[in-house]
């Protein structure tokens, strides 16, 4: 017909393509969801095509319910929790005739206990949400139906050359075949590419399917092997642009060897994963991983368990808990030299030095920095000896020594610069740009540290970019740009406490106190010193300083009597009332914003999504979600909607 009527048109519905000369598929997609995150208006979150079908299907069992107040967040979690599957979202809806929504959402848990019963006059396939999984994949060949179940251990999605590590014996052109015929017949969800690879996924729901029939194979553990096994070379790649949405596969695989108790496989991946962990702010999240691995090292040393013990460490003191920290170093360090593995032992002795420096232990610290870049001579290994260079300059620069730090870290960036090591020279040109501002060269400290946030942002790495952006706080306050400082100040100590690091969340309200007035002032350094308190660490020489300058200057204007009393009241606050008073609302801003609130507004109101908003800011999504609850509740409203109405009223749209 085709062939003989060139002008025919024909809208065909199938489960797949028809795979016709001619043909242009549209693809079906699940119905639309309300994001979780936010709240929304009952009109607003009525509207998603989810939770209307949901709505209809529940009123045909029972006329009188509505969506209220009190079950939309539940009618919204059932919708999302079977992934806006239309037969998912009416069999659950059925199940309103005896449960309440928030019942359903509790027995979602396992979904296809519960998504049974369908009309009778609907074939048997369709009348729970399993049977019609089955039939689909029974239509299937046998190496698609293979494919189908171990992609079942994949989370939040995959690689192409992942599913072919997990396939076993398929072959590399079986795999490929196989997902084009799963994304065909709607198994797996083939979503908009982000990055130069593509990334499938099945849904949630879906998945939940495969992993039930993986199990029944009895393949079930032979998959999970070589799903971590995957992620362990991943992960020892080093590639933190690749690893950034791996983050729930580098999960399921920890769990998986930490559930066997697989001593090697924990630590192999919790230590290959450390430096993406570290350079990416999963600081919290890398220790846990790293302490439940290390637990279960009773056996004789391997590199794995040193590496673990020095990643532990380096998280440790990332988070400024010297003590845990020097003792997992040590422990390395140990290891390290039981083993003989010398490149291990350099390594772990420059970890130590800045652990021992921030601790206060400044003699022993210059040894140790000294000793590590000694050993990186005797290997020849030029990155370790710029590594080394720029780790004795930092011990050095906090021990006050600013003339021998310059030239540690001038020798460590011209070393990095020929290497093409960009993260070595971006540490070596921050530390000059501290140097520098320590010595009262304001305009060469703004210079090197605007350069190296520059490429740490570039790289994505958020501790050494939190450092640089404390650090052009400290030039701005020198130079009296106060409110510049501020700006710079706040940045900072938000990004320290999501990271969890202490001593630069104290180095932040210290920078805060500096550039607010005097009552202010004191009730921050009191602050200060209880953050200090808690990480133990010791102060860089120019930092105390400054800190002893602001007091006095706090002290002159308030009198002793109630600088005391303000001191005490900081030490008292928590990091929120910090924050709160020492963010003064911005005029023409009603309700209260804060900059940093406006400046996610604006981008809200111009349509980016949350995880758009924290790209450009550089922030955490999670951090984002804060500041889109924080806007809501002070404008009264609950919707993004709202949100972007007033913002264009306010001339911020």
């Not at 460490?313 to 360090?333: C, F, I, P, T």
């Not at 958020?462 to 100040?489: K, N, P, T």
Request: charged content about 25%.
């Amino acid at each position: 017909m085709l062939a003989a009527c060139p002008s025919l048109e024909v809208l065909a519905t199938s489960r797949g393509s028809l795979r016709l000369s001619g043909e242009h598929e549209f693809p079906v997609s699940p119905l639309a969801l309300p994001d979780l995150e936010h709240r929304h208006e009952l009109d607003a979150m009525g509207a998603y095509s989810g939770v209307e079908l949901f709505l209809e299907r529940a009123r045909a069992v029972r006329p009188g319910f509505r969506l209220s107040e009190e079950n939309a967040e539940a009618v919204g979690a059932i919708c999302a929790r079977v992934d806006g599957l239309p037969l998912a979202i009416e069999l659950a809806a059925a199940r309103v005739r005896l449960l309440s929504p928030a019942e359903i959402v509790a027995r979602l848990a396992h979904p296809f206990e519960l998504l049974t019963g369908g009309p009778l006059d609907l074939p048997e396939r369709q009348r729970t949400l399993g049977d019609t999984i089955s039939w689909s994949l029974a239509l299937l060949d046998r190496g698609a139906r293979t494919m189908f179940t171990r992609l079942g251990v994949f989370a939040d999605g995959f690689t192409v050359d992942a599913a072919e590590a997990v396939a076993g014996d398929l072959g590399g052109a079986g795999v490929i075949d196989a997902l084009a015929e799963l994304i065909d017949q709607g198994l797996v969800q083939r979503l908009a590419e982000t990055g130069p690879a593509s990334r499938p996924r099945l849904l949630e729901t879906i998945r939940e399917f495969a992993l039930e029939q993986l199990a029944a194979s009895g393949e079930e553990d032979d998959a999970r092997a070589a799903h971590a096994a995957f992620y362990v070379a991943l992960a020892r790649s080093g590639d933190s642009e690749r690893l950034e949405p791996e983050q729930a596969n580098l999960r399921a695989a920890m769990r998986w060897y930490l559930a066997r108790e697989d001593r090697d496989g924990a630590l192999a991946l919790s230590a290959a994963a450390s430096a993406f962990w570290l350079s990416r702010g999963h600081l919290t999240e890398g220790r846990r991983w790293l302490e439940q691995a290390l637990a279960l090292d009773d056996g004789p040393p391997t590199g794995d368990s040193a590496q673990a013990s020095i990643a532990g460490g380096l998280l440790a003191y990332n988070q400024a808990d010297y003590a845990v920290g020097a003792s997992h170093l040590q422990r390395g360090l140990d290891q390290f030299r039981e083993l003989g593995d010398n490149p291990g032992v350099a390594r772990a002795l420059a970890a130590l030095a800045l652990a021992r420096t921030r601790a206060g232990d400044l003699a022993p610290a210059l040894h140790l920095a000294e000793e590590a870049l000694a050993a990186y001579r005797r290997l020849d290994d030029d990155a370790g000896v710029g590594r080394s260079l720029e780790t004795l300059g930092r011990v050095l620069w906090i021990q006050g020594n600013y003339g021998q730090a310059r030239a540690r870290l001038q020798e460590s960036r011209a070393a990095a610069r020929t290497l093409g090591a960009r993260d070595i020279a971006a540490r070596a040109s921050q530390g000059l740009g501290w140097v520098a501002l320590a010595d009262g060269d304001l305009e060469g400290a703004d210079a090197l540290l605007e350069e190296s946030l520059a490429e740490f942002q570039e790289l994505g790495d958020r501790w050494w970019s939190l450092r640089g952006i404390c650090g052009l706080g400290h030039v701005a306050a020198r130079r009296g740009a106060h409110a510049a400082a501020r700006l710079r100040f706040e940045e900072g100590l938000e990004t320290a406490r999501e990271l969890g690091d202490p001593m630069l969340e104290a180095g932040c309200v210290e920078g805060l106190a500096g550039a607010h007035g005097p009552g202010l002032a004191a009730g921050l350094l009191g602050a200060a010193e209880r953050l200090r308190e808690r990480a133990g660490a010791a102060w860089p020489a120019f930092v105390q300083v400054d800190s002893e300058r602001s007091a006095q200057r706090a002290r002159d204007a308030l009198g002793e009597e109630r600088f005391a009393a303000e001191w005490a009241r900081g030490r008292a606050m928590g990091a929120a009332e910090i924050l709160r008073d020492s963010r003064p609302a911005q005029p023409g801003h009603p309700a209260g914003l804060t900059l940093r609130e406006v400046e996610v507004l604006r981008l809200v109101a111009a349509g980016l999504t949350d995880a758009q908003v924290a790209e450009r800011l550089v922030l955490s999504v999670r951090t984002v979600h804060s500041h889109v609850r924080s806007i809501y509740r002070k404008l009264g409203v609950s919707s993004r909607s709202a949100a972007t109405g007033y913002a264009f009223r306010q001339g911020l749209g």
